[in-house]
């Protein structure tokens, strides 16, 4: 494990790292689903994720942050995947938010941009991530708001999520 030096872990910090930020703090026009879209690299492989489940990706890429800050290096792959599916400035601009905002320290983003060490990493499935990831998807542990219409039962819920939290932070701030 990669001693990490003291990185930011506030949430809201990893957010505004994401390339989808202003995505997210956007209405969600079809104007705004084009400017996501061209942040994507359509000729790279297994862009189907960020094109058509822009909620599912950026649970994954602030899951992978999450667990990268915590040491675990098997998730470099992950994040190495998600980073492939954007245009290759996109990708600079958001590992450049990584290092610029102490998220990731420089030993893990050399790491993350090394070409060879991508094809060194094993794969091996692990139930209490797995189980992690999709809790976090469908019960919105990341606070987003999914404005668009929704097309999977996890996209309901954490919309569903996101609004509760939302009621109970106004009937907070009322009393």
């Not at 995505?23 to 297994?46: F, G, M, P, V």
């Not at 890429?61 to 995947?81: R, T």
């Not at 060490?117 to 797995?130: A, C, D, G, V, Y």
């Not at 189980?131 to 999914?146: D, H, P, W």
């Amino acid at each position: 494990m990669i001693n990490l030096q003291k990185p930011i872990r506030s949430s809201s910090i990893i957010a505004k790292s994401s390339p989808l930020f202003n995505y997210w703090e956007s209405n969600q026009t079809h104007q705004d689903q084009k400017k996501r879209l061209i942040k994507c690299d359509r000729s790279a492989k297994d862009t189907e994720l960020f094109i058509l489940e822009p909620y599912k990706w950026e649970v994954l890429y602030q899951s992978s942050i999450k667990q990268l800050q915590g040491g675990d290096m098997s998730a470099i792959k992950g994040f190495k995947i998600l980073l492939k599916m954007l245009k290759p400035q996109e990708q600079d601009l958001t590992i450049k938010a990584l290092s610029e905002n102490n998220i990731l320290n420089e030993e893990l983003l050399v790491k993350v941009k090394d070409e060879k060490s991508f094809t060194s990493l094993e794969s091996k499935f692990n139930l209490r991530k797995f189980s992690r990831i999709l809790f976090a998807i469908f019960f919105n542990t990341y606070g987003i708001n999914i404005k668009t219409n929704k097309r999977n039962l996890y996209e309901y819920s954490a919309h569903l999520i996101y609004k509760v939290k939302e009621i109970t932070a106004l009937s907070k701030t009322s009393r």
